[in-house]
């Protein structure tokens, strides 16, 4: 019986500091302005399972406006705690303006650059992670896809996204491939190549999230024939 409860007492006490995990998962499929994609929302739901598997707490959103997108982030960030782990992943349009990346509400009628408005852009989004004192930020976009209808000064300066530049030691951003490239929304499948390989190799345990990332990177370069590469970007310390 003293053994028992001692192993109770030492459960309830790793129960207790385990840290707290929150994640916002995104998949916009279905847009005004944009041509519609067929993946995203099966990729957002997939990527609900897998963070909840992981013992995260999910907000889970699909085909979110601004207004939704606006209030998914306020709630996500009220959940967040000193500490916790964050994690966002995001599947749809997105864009990069002037080096700045966007996550692009499926009601978004902007046709040029000074339209975008947050809470569209990453940063921002990362600022309300770091806002929170989170222990570890973790950032999944695949939506380095082609925006026909947003124009700039140049057509094509706003294919893929930006390289994404942080001095955090605790953030880890990853594309669905490198900046300036384009992903493919994979037609023949119902979830996109890169949330398929990621929800598979992300609940191998035993694994560090930068090696679980070197493996989507060779898996998806291997099998879209070297077309899409993923890309990492951040250095963690822990």
């Given at each position: 019986?003293?053994?028992?409860?001692?192993?109770?007492?030492?459960?309830?006490?790793?129960?207790?500091?385990?840290?707290?995990?929150?994640?916002l998962v995104v998949g916009n499929s279905t847009y005004l302005n944009q041509n519609d994609l067929k993946n995203p929302v099966n990729d957002a739901r997939l990527m609900k399972a897998?963070?909840?598997?992981?013992?995260?707490?999910?907000?889970?959103?699909?085909?979110?406006?601004?207004?939704?997108?606006?209030?998914?982030?306020?709630?996500?960030?009220?959940?967040?705690?000193?500490?916790?782990?964050?994690?966002?992943?995001?599947?749809?349009?997105?864009?990069?303006?002037?080096?700045?990346?966007?996550?692009?509400?499926?009601?978004?009628?902007?046709?040029?650059?000074?339209?975008?408005?947050?809470?569209?852009?990453?940063?921002?989004?990362?600022?309300?992670?770091?806002?929170?004192?989170?222990?570890?930020?973790?950032?999944?976009?695949?939506?380095?896809?082609?925006?026909?209808?947003?124009?700039?000064?140049?057509?094509?300066?706003?294919?893929?996204?930006?390289?994404?530049?942080?001095?955090?030691?605790?953030?880890?951003?990853?594309?669905?491939?490198?900046?300036?490239?384009?992903?493919?929304?994979?037609?023949?499948?119902?979830?996109?190549?890169?949330?398929?390989?990621?929800?598979?190799?992300?609940?191998?345990?035993?694994?560090?999230?930068?090696?679980?990332?070197?493996?989507?990177?060779?898996?998806?370069?291997?099998?879209?024939?070297?077309?899409?590469?993923?890309?990492?970007?951040g250095n963690l310390l822990e």
């Amino acid at each position: 019986k003293v053994a028992l409860f001692t192993l109770l007492v030492l459960l309830s006490v790793t129960f207790s500091h385990a840290q707290k995990r929150v994640a916002l998962v995104v998949g916009n499929s279905t847009y005004l302005n944009q041509n519609d994609l067929k993946n995203p929302v099966n990729d957002a739901r997939l990527m609900k399972a897998t963070f909840e598997k992981l013992g995260f707490k999910v907000h889970y959103h699909t085909n979110a406006t601004s207004l939704q997108l606006l209030e998914a982030v306020r709630k996500f960030h009220a959940d967040l705690t000193p500490g916790s782990i964050a994690a966002v992943f995001f599947s749809g349009h997105g864009s990069q303006v002037d080096d700045r990346n966007y996550i692009l509400p499926t009601d978004l009628k902007a046709h040029f650059k000074y339209e975008l408005k947050n809470p569209a852009r990453l940063k921002d989004i990362l600022s309300v992670m770091e806002a929170a004192k989170t222990s570890l930020n973790l950032i999944f976009l695949d939506c380095c896809r082609d925006v026909p209808n947003l124009m700039t000064k140049e057509r094509n300066s706003n294919q893929g996204l930006a390289p994404f530049r942080t001095e955090s030691d605790s953030t880890l951003v990853s594309y669905a491939t490198k900046h300036g490239m384009v992903a493919f929304d994979n037609p023949e499948g119902t979830n996109s190549l890169y949330t398929a390989t990621l929800a598979e190799e992300i609940i191998q345990p035993g694994i560090v999230i930068e090696e679980v990332l070197r493996r989507v990177a060779k898996t998806v370069f291997k099998k879209s024939k070297k077309r899409q590469r993923p890309w990492s970007y951040g250095n963690l310390l822990e």
